[in-house]
Structure formats: structure tokens, C-alpha cells
């Protein structure tokens, strides 16, 4: 349906109105085609204000979407755009129902840079000169979004040693267990410090404190991003690795004790050491759940701290770390 309704500029109070509005209000037509645009909804997204009536929405503001996953903005009820917050608004308008405070967010590029900006969304339906169209009014919210992660950041992280806390780390451990695309192997370790009662009753809480800081400091800088490290109770800890098999896992575990143990030899002559259990899930692996595989690693670090420090030990036997 092409749009034959012109907006009359003389009716300047309710146009100015409209103009002036400090919340971003955009009208479009059945086919996401603009129809007027404030002021505000270009200042809400850096543009400055130009003429988009008759583009789609898409083109007007710059869709990430647009051109990348879709090739026409705002087609019918296809899959075409499905990553975009406010077309997935207009699907369901379009279906007869009215939008109160969605959460939409809305990719976009500006001045050649990928941009993300979150909305506070409602509209509705509504008829101009016998025809119907979608008001949309958007109220920028990307601050409290911005805010609202980085305080689930700081609720999932041990604050002693910047880690996964328990919570976030068993919850980390469930999703990747109960994934399906177990084509790609992974290695879960349980590691726990040697002695670590001995530290504090001789050095301090807080010497034992730094030396939790100092591993979770090592631990970091050797493992990747794809891979899980929290802190799981105490002085005990846990590494996902994931896509590698045991003798890999090892030589990580190895290089992270190896610089631990030269740090606080070096500055303060004391020996500091971690033991180790490391179990590793292969394609031919009869299916665990997560308690089960916890069990397992728990066992074999038992298993590895009676038989001395500085050491691990895996259904394929005993690696040292140390040579004692």
C-alpha cells in the first residue's frame, strides 16, 4: 500500500508538539515505511534530523540488520529482520495488540561504527485520514541497561579474587553439561592449595588472601575466553577447558602452578603448591550429569593430595607439577 496521506505543517500546535517532544516518537505504515519522525528520535540515536518520510525504518536509522540479515525492512511476517527489537514490536502491533514498556534493543551503524542502543518501547495502532498506521514512542534506557550489567557482572564475580563466584560458576557448568553440541571434547579440574591452613596459621589470613588474588591473577591470563574459571568454595577451585583434551589441560595446569610457585619463592621464600583432579568429556564418554562429574573430579583431587603435593591425577594417572 503506498502512502497517499500527507501531514498538513500548518496544524503547528499538535506538529510543533510532536516536533519538540523529548521522548522519540516515530509514526510508521503498515509496510514500516516512515510517515513522521520527531526530533528527538534522531538525537536519541546521534543522527541530526533530515528527511526520511517514505523510507523504511530501517533505512531512516541506519539497521545493522538492514542489508546484512535482511534485504527489505519491515516484510510481512517472515524471519526477514528477526534480530531487530523494534520490527519484532511490529509484528506483534501488527497482530492487533498494543505494546506496554517493551525492552527492545536496536543495532545500528553511525559514522561507520556498530552501535547498540537499548529503548523503553510502546505503541499501538492508530488511523489518519481512514488510514492505519503504528505509533511507536521510544525512551532511551541504554544507561540503566549498561548499569543493570555491570552489576550481574559484579554479582556472578568472587570479590576476593575477581573469579566466577559459586552461583555463576555451577551455573556456567550446568549450561555447558546439558549442551548439545557435544561433538567438541572439554576438560573439567578441580584444583585445591596444598597445606593452605598451614599458610594462613604461619603467614596470616591475609598472606593466604594474596595467595588466592595472585592464582586467580595467573589462572586468568592462561586460559581463553571460551573457557570457565570460578572460585567453588574456600580454597578450592574449578577450570572448564573447553575443545582440548587431558595432556592439554595438564600442561595448562602445569604452566599456571609452575609461575605461581617461582612468585612467592622468589618474593617471599615460602613454597606455595596446588593439587589437582582433571576428568575429560569425550565423544565416547557415557553421559554425566554435573553433579557426577564434580564427584569425579573431587575424587581424583582426593585421590592427588594423598599421594603428596603439587601434583594431579586423571583416570590416566598421576602428572607432578613439582619434583618432590
Known sequence: MERNVEFNKRDTFFYDLFLGNKIGQVIVDEQFNIM?????MFELLDFAPYDVVNMSFGQAFHCSELGANCHECGAGDSDCCKNCGVMNVVRTIRRGSLIDNSTVKFSY???NHFEEKWFQLNGGILSYHDQD???LVLADITDLKQREKHLNEMLSLDLATGSMNKYSLMKAIKKRV???EMADQYSICMIDFDSFKSL???HGHLFGDRVLEKFSDIA????RKDDIFGRYGGEEFIFVFNNIDERQSLEILKRIHTELEKYFAKRYKISVTFSAGV???ANDTIPLSHTELLAKVDSLLYEAKSRGRGRAMSPSGEKLFINA
Open 178 to 180: 546439558s549442551a548439545k
Open 200 to 202: 594462613n596459621d604461619q
Open 36 to 40: 513522521f519522525a520527531n526530533n528527538r
Open 220 to 223: 586468568r591470563r592462561h586460559i
Open 133 to 135: 498506521c503504528i505509533a
Open 109 to 111: 551503524y553511525y559514522d
Open 279 to 281: 576428568f575429560t568429556v
